[in-house]
């Protein structure tokens, strides 16, 4: 992997200001929507079966979103490590890097999401953070080893938590780093105590991504920073209200097997961070400089360890590993997108 660090493939800065409309709230839950067999014929009823379905419907997302990480957490640290997101490379990068150097692009990924962000090593002000969506905790521990910072993570899947937290013990941080099983959108802290609000490939777990946002920004001490890292679709262009049915169609497929409700862009988020009057509200495109992840990840699962490993996981993996190829088309087609959208809160 060279040296160099190669400019995101595209960098927007925006002024402080709301926008006039806000189309996300509205579109994000599409996928969540309860069908018109569910109304009842008074208004009082309907309220009331809206409202189950609705509920019922998001705790079969957490189930399935626990149990899935629960049996794929294994393979994917014995294959790839403890960092359980993208790798950041250089746009010419190939895919047949050692494994090692995958390894280094996923540290990247961190260096490069602060570096973005602005917070440095020289940052004085970062003492607690929080990890939205922490994995088996591979980012806690390393943003807990670079700043002396406290962290705490959060994830849906008990599997994650303990390993987690056995991993900080045998690396003789669990007086730094702690983790724990809890919801993203109901988070169990006290308002305002984090300086630093991390979510690395979490937010498109997210069925309310409105409620998402609320959340990483109450939690958020004032001068705070937010940074989300995430998966998303294109930005619509101006005129359309949706994405094409082949693009929506393909975006489904991918949802049945990792567990995801309706996608958004990274434009829905930063209407939804200018909403809330955050400041300092950038984002980029990062979908070149995470073009060759997938294609490794392929690549790793087809050798005779991978494929032991695969089999051995069960099916939640299997199939998995079957959806990758919709990934890479989908990157490919110009309808995923890899975003990271960062802000800061008023003090």
Same mark, same amino acid.
């Given at each position: ?8 493939? !595209? ?8 926008? =006039?409309?806000?189309?996300? #709230? ?10 018109s067999a569910l109304m009842t014929t008074t208004a009082s009823r309907g309220s009331v079966a809206v409202t189950a379905a609705a509920t019922s419907s998001a705790e079969a997302l957490r189930e399935g979103i626990a149990e ?16 359980? %997101? %993208?790798?950041? +490379? ?7 890097? =050692? ?40 980012? &806690?521990? +390393? ?28 690396? &003789?941080? !669990?007086?730094?780093? !702690? ?19 991390? !979510?690395?490939?979490?937010?498109? %777990? ?35 209200? &949706?994405?094409?049915p082949w693009e929506q169609d393909l975006l489904d497929r991918i949802c049945k097997t990792f567990y995801l409700p309706a996608w958004c862009s990274t434009t829905d988020y930063v209407e939804l961070l200018q909403s809330l ?5 950038? +984002?980029?495109?990062? =979908?070149?400089?995470?073009? #060759?992840?997938?294609?490794?990840? /392929? ?9 032991? =490993? ?7 993996? /299997? ?5 990758? #190829?919709?990934? /890479?088309?989908? +990157? ?16």
């Open positions: 992997m060279k040296a160099t660090l190669a400019p995101p493939s !595209s960098l927007i800065s925006l002024p402080r200001h709301k926008v =006039s409309s806000l189309r996300s #709230p509205s579109l994000l839950l599409q996928s969540q929507r309860p069908s899935f990480y629960n049996e794929t957490s294994g393979l994917w640290e014995e294959i790839w490590g403890d960092h359980m %997101h %993208h790798g950041f +490379y250089d746009p010419d990068s190939s895919v047949q890097l =050692s494994d090692s150097g995958h390894r280094e692009a996923q540290i990247r990924m961190i260096e490069e999401s602060l570096r973005f962000a602005g917070v440095t090593e020289e940052e004085k002000k970062i003492k607690r953070v929080v990890d939205v969506g922490c994995g088996i905790g591979g980012s &806690s521990r +390393y943003i807990a080893s670079k700043f002396g910072a406290e962290c705490i993570g959060i994830t849906l899947s008990p599997v994650q938590a303990k390993r987690a937290n056995d991993l900080a013990a045998a690396q &003789s941080l !669990s007086h730094k780093v !702690s983790f724990q099983v809890a919801d993203a959108l109901d988070q169990p802290f006290e308002d305002g105590i984090f300086d630093l609000v991390w !979510s690395m490939e979490s937010g498109e %777990h997210m069925p309310d991504k409105a409620k998402f946002v609320k959340e990483l920004v109450r939690v958020t001490a004032p001068g705070g920073r937010i940074i989300i890292v995430t998966w998303c679709h294109r930005n619509l262009s101006q005129g359309e209200e &949706s994405l094409q009057s955050l400041q300092d509200i950038k +984002y980029a495109d990062w =979908s070149e400089n995470v073009a #060759p992840f997938w294609p490794a990840v /392929i690549r790793t699962a087809l050798t005779w360890k991978g494929l032991v =490993s695969l089999l051995r996981s069960g099916m939640k993996s /299997i199939k998995g590993a079957l959806t990758i #190829p919709l990934m /890479i088309e989908g +990157y490919k087609k110009g309808v995923i997108k890899f975003g990271i959208i960062t802000c800061q809160k008023p003090l």
